[in-house]
């Protein structure tokens, strides 16, 4: 089993869609939660940590469900520039390492 | 504020050529530093992280190699590439707070011919 598992999509969504992704990990002892932007050839960009209670920016909301093992983004009113690869991240406690899941790819279509 | 630096942004090598790879970050001291590899429509795989200068933990067998000769620069290098060496390179530093979080650099292209 993987240690980080996204649905790779792709999600084609039309404009002003709301759209969720999760991600389930395997280690019981990780600690810290993100979410990650990735375009295309680009380098991954921070979109937003994942607290414990949840937390919400904007359109976008991160839920955290430690007794299932999964994160979850929900992305409100999407837009044509939500349109990219999503990375689900993990650190385990007690390591220096960031586990990256392969991605969900979005596509906002007009 | 804190940035992050890579160069070359691609390279096109042949097989068995050397390879070196540089990253440097700015505004911050004493960073944990990480070396990622991403291969066409992959994840990202961690190669190499380092939490100070001259300490290199290697996370997968390869003909690559790290060193971090100062505090905030990191390199990886290749003596002999293969064709499996290409792939998209990501330096990433880990910014404090009470979540620390990786900031990526712009990453190098690399395809090895």
């Known amino acids: 089993r993987k240690e980080v598992e996204q649905d790779p999509g792709p999600f084609n969504v039309p404009e002003g869609a709301t759209v969720a992704f999760n991600c389930t990990y395997s280690?019981?002892?990780?600690?810290?939660f993100f979410w990650y932007r990735q375009d295309c050839r680009k380098e991954p960009k921070l979109l937003m940590s994942v607290y414990s209670s949840g937390n919400e920016d904007g359109r976008f909301t991160a839920q955290l469900n430690r007794a299932s093992q999964y994160i979850s983004l929900l992305i409100r009113d999407s837009k044509l520039s939500d349109s990219a690869t999503y990375l689900c991240?993990?650190?385990?406690?007690?390591?220096?390492?960031?586990?990256f899941g392969t991605g969900t790819r979005l596509k906002v279509l007009a | 504020s804190q940035t992050i630096h890579q160069w070359p942004a691609t390279l096109v090598q042949p097989v068995g050529s050397p390879l070196s790879l540089e990253c440097t970050v700015e505004?911050?001291?004493?960073?944990?530093l990480y070396w990622y590899r991403q291969a066409a429509g992959r994840g990202l795989q961690l190669l190499f992280y380092?939490?100070?200068?001259?300490?290199i933990s290697s996370e997968v067998p390869q003909n690559l190699s790290a060193s971090r000769p100062q505090d905030r620069q990191f390199i990886l290098s290749s003596k002999k590439l293969l064709l499996s060496d290409s792939g998209f390179y990501l330096c990433a530093f880990l910014s404090g707070g009470i979540q620390e979080t990786q900031y990526f650099g712009p990453g190098t292209r690399l395809l090895v011919l």
């Open positions: 505004g911050t001291s004493n960073p944990n």
């Open positions: 380092s939490v100070g200068i001259g300490q």
């Open positions: 991240v993990v650190k385990p406690s007690g390591t220096y390492k960031y586990i």
């Open positions: 280690n019981s002892a990780s600690q810290s």
